[in-house]
């Protein structure tokens, strides 16, 4: 393909994916194939020849588009939502065209310096603290992970790194083994599986947090577990605070664990990954507040501001509390301006050495939308969640079965978890609206997140009478 064809075939490919968008309400939000679909339709070893595009083209839609769950489709209420939107699309065309491997500022000083500075842009619009700001000569900053996973796995080696260099210089005669097994990491039961996979890599003991009657981690029981494991001879130094948990969102209570942290000397990371999106705006900001108290902040912009995937937004007061755990420098990375203080390279703030120029996704949705325009889309989807709630609450076989915070709506039919299976398996198995359940304590729960860019409130209406019907249809069946 040269570039006059390049020219044409972009063209033709932009328009069918403005195709695809704008139909894809008529799509089925999920597909109707099963494991192995895919493999008999394609041929078992690589063309030795070159094929035609308009062969592969024509493949899309008969081999591709049956197996595809359509996450941006307005009855895509799973999960939570992934962002999307034509500036950052945009944006992509062009780190894939410029194609740097940004792991150094000398590799592509722009990819480095435009991240710094999309980083301190996006931490004034949450407010935080300017401890967590580069600025000009700030000891903070951000940085663009792959996922929240990787953040507070990142965290955690940092942590780690931390402590054990501590306790080493008090300590010289202490090894790192013998450290590591008596490190202790804390979270609440509520917290995502990324958390748990983290301590697991690091290597060190993760303790779950009982939650409170509200699904949140509270002072008085972190303090009790702080105490016995201190008391057994044990070394707390990681505690993850979530705002806005993945089964139900709830909140951790940020200002009553962020002092005990501090006091204690234990790092203290904020994952925020689906909630963070919503302190931009005033009436939400206050989740946040404790943020001061954290080493460590991070949420996903690829879920709820527009900035299609992978962008996971991480900030440290310290940066060399990164640097000085990742840090290794062979001599084919270096370069004449590593040390001259103006400039970082991203390389030591995360585990892989390459990264991809995704700044330009940051600067073309935060341009083109503006604060107040991806302020107006959070408020969009919070409003619809409140009427997806009315909703449900005018039904009285449903319950509500936590306070709607945010965007998603956690409910159920009053009755056994059976019921509520059999329904979510009707509700999946009809194929007009797709859902993922979630346990909280021992009930069976019905997650409803507002999810797509293009989702109404005549979608959230159609959803809903949708599930009504099912669950008519399903407690029918149970009398009989």
Known sequence: MDSSEFRRRGKEMVDYIADYLEGIEGRPVYPDVEPGYLRPLIPATAPQEPEAYEDIIRDIEKIIMPGVTHWHSPYFFAYFPTASSYPAMLADMLCGAIGCIGFSWAASPACTELETVMMDWLGKMLELPEAFLAGRAGEGGGVIQGSASEATLVALLAARTKVTRQLQAASPELTQAAIMEKLVAYTSDQAHSSVERAGLIGGVKLKTIPSDGNYSMRASALQKALEQDKAAGLIP?????????????????????????????????????????????????????????????????????????????????????LTGAFKMDPVYLKHSHQDSGLITDYRHWQIPLGRRFRSLKMWFVFRMYGVRGLQAYIRKHVA????????????????????????????????????????????????????????????????FAVCSRTVESIHVQLAWEHIRELASSVLRAEKE
């Open 237 to 321: 130094f990681f505690v993850v605070v979530t705002l806005g948990t993945t089964s139900c969102c709830s909140f951790d209570n940020l200002l009553e664990v962020g002092p005990i942290c501090n006091l204690e000397g234990v790092w203290l990371h904020i994952d925020a990954a689906y909630a963070g999106s919503a302190f931009i705006c005033p009436e939400f900001r206050h989740l946040l507040n404790g943020v001061e108290f954290a080493d460590s902040f991070n949420f996903n912009p690829h879920k709820w501001l527009l900035v299609n995937f992978d962008c996971s937004a991480m900030w440290v007061k310290k940066r060399t509390d």
């Open 384 to 447: 619809l969640s409140h009427e997806f709630e009315s909703l449900v609450r005018q039904d009285p076989r449903f319950e509500i079965c936590t306070e709607v915070v945010l965007g998603l709506v956690c409910f159920r039919l009053k009755g056994s978890n059976q019921l509520n299976e059999t329904l979510l398996q009707r509700i999946n198995s009809a194929k007009k609206i797709h859902l993922v359940p979630c346990h909280l304590r021992d009930k069976f729960v019905l997650r």
